[in-house]
Every structure is written in structure tokens, then in C-alpha cells.
């Protein structure tokens, strides 16, 4: 049998369907893992701190996968690299499913994690658009399988954990990574897009963001976007008095609005050439706004605050990625994307553990939720201060 590489490329289309549920399968098992956080806390026992460790050590892989798997994908093709996160991600499943120890269920999280991080850059490859000019809606689109397979998470496994225990939802990812990733082995040929015209990104306002200083935005808004995945659940079961069952659906609330954000603000960032940055900077403080708003509200409000959490904490990332490219020249755009994606695993494993340490300290959830507040607003600072020309001149200083 020929080789992935070797096969016709398929076409733009598949490469973004193909994207969305390999991204939406992969944040199935990695979100999934908190999504029955209360059960697992009983079972092994594990602390506030132990609960951000989920999502922390997950993403810890993801960190670890990510630049190798970038450089693999450009060597063997992104079929192959798929395939392989995707078998990664079904032995995650299968350890942790296993696991009667939490040393052994975080090997589990940390195999997760890798397969995860591997999956990231050949979707990118496949669903790269041919038209830059839409670039922020095209990776918004790809983007969004994320908050989708946590949709799905939410709303099934905490029921399926409640039925069968905790480890039937590990085994429910197991099945789903391994299938997709038989399928995509069979149809093969999936190779980088050849791009029509420029690869470069269109000329867009006389502001860019400034790099490295940039990077920060991800670093801070991928950890407030991780702690809202890992702790919802829990924060919904213990400081509002919600089922596990109404958490995990809460849960799934927040991260539909993360869909349809995602494909607004991709949306919107394209429809003018000034609106990346200014979308950059209101998904952050929006998004401060909309987690002090879970604070607040009463409880029949709930509903309305975790949409506007998710729309805004977790709507971003399709608008960044494309705002990083645009900040670099073209020859470096795989190099600044790498390098995004590192710093953006990096805020996913710090923040949420600094978050169960401080919950822990404190005995409040309030005080949690506050500093994921002040970090949001953090990341609209920098999408508004560390901006720079977008001249050709000045990226011609910079590269000297």
C-alpha cells in the first residue's frame, strides 16, 4: 500500500472537516478527563490542586508533542502525524482507564496529552486556506472542533460516569480515537494544501501585534480558557449547589458559546482590515467581564454567564493564531506558530495549577475566579500595548 504522503492531496474542504472532528475527538478525551472531576475526586482522592493537575499535565504533554510533531508533519505528511496523535491520545485513554492509583491516572493524562499536541500542527497543514483573506474564519472554523468535543463531553460523560463509573468515559474516548484513527489510515493522502497566489498574509491595518512580546496574549488567555475547562464543573457541584449531571450539561452550555465565538470573532477579525487586534482585545476584556459575571449572577442567570464565558474565554484562538501569523514574515510563519503553541500549553499547565493552589489556600472559589478576572484583563493589556507597524519596513528591522 502507498504511503500517506505519497497519495493525492485531498481537497480544502476535507482537510477542514477532517480538522474539526480530529480536533473535537482529541478535546473529547482531554477535556473529558475533568468533565468528571467530582467523581474522580472521590475516587482517588484528589484535592482542588489535584484537579487542576488534570488539565495541567495534559496539556504539560501537549507542550512536549507540539514542536516535534510540527517538524514530523512537514517530514512525513500530516496522515501520518494524525494517526499517531491519535493513537497516542487512545493509549491515554487506556491507561487512565486503568489506572488504580492517581500516579498511574496522571501517566494516563500525560500520554493524553501528548497524542493531543501531536494532533494540532498537521490539522493546521491540512485545513490551511488557499485564500488568506479568510484566514481568521477558516482557522476559527478548525479551531472550533475543540469547544465542540467538550460540548459533547460535558454532556455525556458525567451521565456515562454516573451510570458505568469514571472509567467507562475513558473508555468511551479509547473507542472514538482509535476508530478515527483507522479511518483516517484507510483514506490516506492528506498532504499540505499548494496554495494559490501568496502564502503570505494580506496587508491589513498599520498596526500589528509585536512579537515576541505577543505571545503573552496565548500564554494568558490559553490558561484562563484551561482553569474554566478543568474547574467549571466543580465550581457549578460546589459553590452553586448543581447536580453533576447540571454541571456537566453547564459545562457543555459554556462551551457551545466557545463555538459560536470562535466563528464570530474569526468572522468579524476578517470583515475589515483593522479589526484583528481590536477582536483580540475584546474577547479578553469581554471575557474578564463575562467570568466576574459567574460571580454575580443569581442562579437562574447561570445560563446567560456561561454562554458569555464561553463566547469570549474561549472564542479567541482561531483570531490569535491568524494575528501571529500576520505579525511575521512569511518564512517564519511555521517558526511563530511553534513557538505560540508552546507558550499556549505553557499557560494551560501553569495557570490551572496556580488556580487550585489558590482555591485550595483560600477555601474560595471566589477568590479563584477573581484571579482568572485579573488575568484576562492582563491579556487584553498586552493585545493592546505590544502592537507595532505593520509596514514591510518595520518586519524588515525587526528580522535585523
Known sequence: MSSLTSRPTRSIREGIVLSVVVLAVGSFSVIGASANAPLLRESLGLSAVGVGAIASVAYLGAMLSASPAGRLTDRHGPGRIIVTGLGLLALGDFIALLAPHPIVFYCGILVLGLGYGAINPPTTVVSNPPNPQRRGLVLSVKQSGVPIGGVVAGAVLPSVGLEWGWRAAFALGLVLCAVLAMAVLLRGGYRAQPLTGSAAARARSARRLRLPQGYAYGLLIAGVQVSIFA?????????????????????????????????????????????????????????????????LVPDWALIGALI????????????????????????????ATGVSLTLINLGAIVVPLMIGVVVHISGSWTVGLTVLVVLSMAAGVVALVFTESASPQALSDRRS
Not at 452553586?240 to 456537566?248: F, M, Y
Not at 458569555?308 to 517558526?335: D, F, K, M, Q
Open 231 to 295: 474547574f467549571t464543573a466543580v465550581y457549578l457541584v460546589e459553590a452553586r449547589g448543581l447536580s453533576i449531571e447540571r454541571a456537566g450539561l453547564g459545562v457543555s452550555i459554556l462551551l457551545m458559546g466557545g463555538v459560536v465565538g470562535r466563528l464570530f470573532w474569526g468572522w468579524l477579525s476578517d470583515s475589515r482590515p483593522t479589526l484583528r487586534l481590536p477582536v483580540l482585545q475584546a474577547t479578553a476584556f469581554l471575557g474578564a467581564l463575562s467570568i466576574l459575571s459567574l460571580l
Open 308 to 335: 458569555a464565558v464561553g463566547t469570549t474565554s474561549v472564542g479567541w484562538n482561531g483570531v490569535y493564531i491568524a494575528a501571529v501569523a500576520e505579525a511575521c514574515l512569511p518564512h517564519r510563519i511555521g517558526a
